[in-house]
């Protein structure tokens, strides 16, 4: 079973950085491709970033690009999400899911484990 934990979320300023981080047990994540999705008050959730487990490919959401990067450091076993020039409404809990290998993928229906979530709150 591979159990999943994010960390890093927090309250902040328009326009700060953050980093999440995405840590596994039970499993090395080495096979594992992840993704981060996020939730916001009242909305449905969505897909945020992924990678691939071997790191060569990515995915982003438009409303993300250019701002956020994810990367993965195996031997940690963890994922990150960087978060630069925050917005408002980049304001939800964000989750990481991992499916075993595969390429990037947007879809949480392609994913089978989930991390319990971590809040980012961005105040303007």
């Known amino acids: 079973q591979l159990l999943l934990g994010e960390y890093g979320g927090g309250l902040v300023r328009a326009g700060s950085s953050l980093r999440l981080s995405c840590g596994a047990s039970?499993?090395?994540?080495?096979?594992?491709?992840t993704g981060w999705f996020r939730r916001a008050p009242g909305k449905e959730r969505e897909s945020v970033a992924a990678i691939s487990w071997d790191g060569v490919s990515t995915y982003y959401a438009d409303s993300v690009k250019g701002r956020f990067t994810i990367s993965r450091d195996n031997p940690k076993n963890t994922v990150y999400l960087q978060m630069n020039t925050l917005k408002a409404e980049d304001t939800a809990k964000y989750y990481c899911?991992?499916?075993?290998?595969?390429?990037?993928?947007?879809?949480?229906?392609?994913?089978?484990?989930w991390g319990q979530g971590t809040q980012v709150t961005v105040i303007s």
């Open positions: 899911a991992a499916k075993f290998l595969g390429l990037a993928a947007a879809a949480e229906t392609a994913y089978d484990y």
């Open positions: 039970g499993r090395t994540i080495t096979n594992y491709t």
